[in-house]
């Protein structure tokens, strides 16, 4: 990583905060009703970052006042067992040279516990596996083995009534955490949100099936572990639909050793359960695709919940798609650009860029205190972004920023005004409110370059290059798009 202005700027917000001059929040001074709090990152989709970018991102986490990473590593690291679960993915830093083992000592030093992230069955390593073994694919409702499904990560699900799925799972698993990374704190079994398998065996069972990998690993963990948290989803104790699929969960019982995981699109909040788990998260989408007020509300649904811990996604793609992810095959061939921030050199890490900057600190301070009002929020990000040259006027135009970079963002795109591509490809689809907002913000990026071309401040000069690039991306041509005309 190369320390450029936006390093240097956390260097001065460092300092700043050591000198007293600021009055940020930190664990000292937080009384948060959080006791997880931290980032559910898909390492497996950064082949980009090395070790050094990586113990930047953690010291990230620290600052936010977080202690938990969920690093998901399957497919993301040299499987010697299962070579064919990281083919896919040799570009990958931790595949070239492995290096998480020192980076979870790393993340220790600063105080933050380290969760091993995979999904049983299906997803990013693990649906590598039957394409040397079509014989496991999962089946679908139509009765036929399942079609190739993925993010950067395409392969078939897996049916986990075979014996040999079963297997395989339990041997990746292991090795992962057994042979891989025995420091990691614990493991994060995120069941899939996008299939199940419909075969004979499986139907009306698939929560009990895919439970049987999850008991044993677990107690193989503990066993090694006491003290090690084991991450799961509520679909094999609430009885209840599973929501995205078409499916009950089992009821087995719960082991209270257990932390539950709550998602708002794959697994509902369950106060029953939440009652009995030791620890149970939060995890959404805002930080990652919102805006500060999504993330207070987040926090506030959290909090509301009796939930432990709110770990949100900060899922940031650095890899080069090889299917047409999101159903644009445009994106082809084309390195993903982390956020769409595309200023940025690609073996950069994008969190500290200042759009994400105001989600950062967002995010510390409403799991600081949800309740915190959105205009002491503003107080405070000024304060800590423009120093004593703070101003309404400074704080809204950075909020302008924040969310031209945050509109209609998607997991694989940046927001179209930061991605102009997007409009070139799509701009037939565009409706007219859409074209409007978009050419409104375009408008405000231009006001806000202007305004802070002699900036003397480090938050206003970034404010300046930032919209600088973003204003160069539209050539007169691209301005067009955007007539309601067109
Ligand atoms: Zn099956």
């Not at 939440?274 to 500060?292: C, F, G, N, T």
């Not at 799991?367 to 800590?384: A, H, I, Q, V, W």
Request: with cysteine; hydrophobic share 40%.
């Amino acid at each position: 990583m190369k320390a450029g202005p936006l390093a240097a700027w956390i260097a001065v917000g460092v300092i700043s905060l050591q000198s007293g001059t600021l009055q940020i929040a930190h664990s000292a001074q937080c009384e948060s009703p959080f006791q997880q709090r931290g980032y559910y990152i898909t390492f497996m989709r950064m082949p980009t970052y090395d070790l050094a970018d990586w113990r930047g991102i953690v010291d990230g986490i620290q600052r936010d006042n977080g202690n938990t990473l969920l690093l998901w590593i399957g497919g993301g690291f040299r499987s010697a067992r299962f070579p064919v679960t990281w083919q896919y993915n040799k570009d990958h830093a931790n595949i070239q040279h492995d290096f998480v083992r020192e980076l979870i000592d790393y993340a220790h030093t600063r105080g933050i516990k380290v969760l091993l992230a995979f999904t049983p069955f299906g997803y990013d390593g693990v649906n590598q596996f039957p394409l040397e073994h079509p014989e496991l694919r999962a089946i679908a409702k139509d009765g036929k083995p399942v079609e190739k499904f993925g993010i950067h990560c395409w392969g078939y699900n897996l049916c986990p009534s075979q014996p040999a799925s079963q297997q395989f799972m339990l041997d990746y698993a292991r090795e992962m955490f057994f042979d891989f990374y025995p420091n990691a704190d614990g493991l994060m079994i995120e069941s899939s949100d996008y299939a199940i398998c419909h075969c004979e065996q499986c139907r009306g069972k698939f929560f009990e099936r895919e439970f049987a990998f999850v008991k044993q690993i677990s107690a193989e963990v503990w066993a090694k572990k006491p003290e090690a948290t084991v991450v799961v989803y509520p679909h094999y104790f609430s009885g209840s639909q599973v929501p995205g699929l078409d499916a009950r969960a089992a009821r087995e019982k719960f082991d209270p050793r257990w932390t539950l995981f709550f998602t708002p699109h794959s697994a509902h909040l369950d106060a029953e359960l939440i009652r009995q788990a030791k620890a149970s998260l939060w995890s959404d989408d805002k930080p990652a695709l919102h805006l500060p007020e999504d993330i207070r509300a987040g926090a506030q649904r959290a909090k509301a919940a009796g939930i432990t811990g709110y770990i949100p996604s900060l899922e940031a793609f650095s890899f080069t798609p090889y299917e047409a992810e999101e159903g644009q095959p445009w994106l082809q061939g084309k390195r993903q650009i982390p956020l769409g921030f595309g200023w940025l050199p690609p073996g950069d890490a994008p969190y500290d860029a200042l759009p994400m900057q105001v989600n950062r600190i967002a995010y510390r301070e409403f799991t600081c205190n949800p309740d915190l009002s959105m205009e002491e929020f503003k107080t405070r990000l000024g304060r800590e972004v423009f120093g004593d040259r703070s101003t309404s006027t400074s704080v809204d135009d950075l909020l302008a920023l924040q969310a031209i970079f945050f509109t209609d963002r998607t997991w694989c795109m940046g927001a179209p005004l930061a991605m102009p591509e997007r409009i070139d490809m799509q701009y037939r689809q565009l409706p007219p409110e859409k074209r409007r907002h978009y050419a409104r913000q375009l408008e405000s990026a231009e006001q806000i370059e202007k305004k802070y071309r002699d900036a003397r401040g480090n938050g206003e000069l970034q404010m300046h290059d930032i919209t600088k690039w973003l204003v160069d991306q539209w050539t007169p041509a691209r301005r067009k798009l955007l007539d309601v005309e067109n």
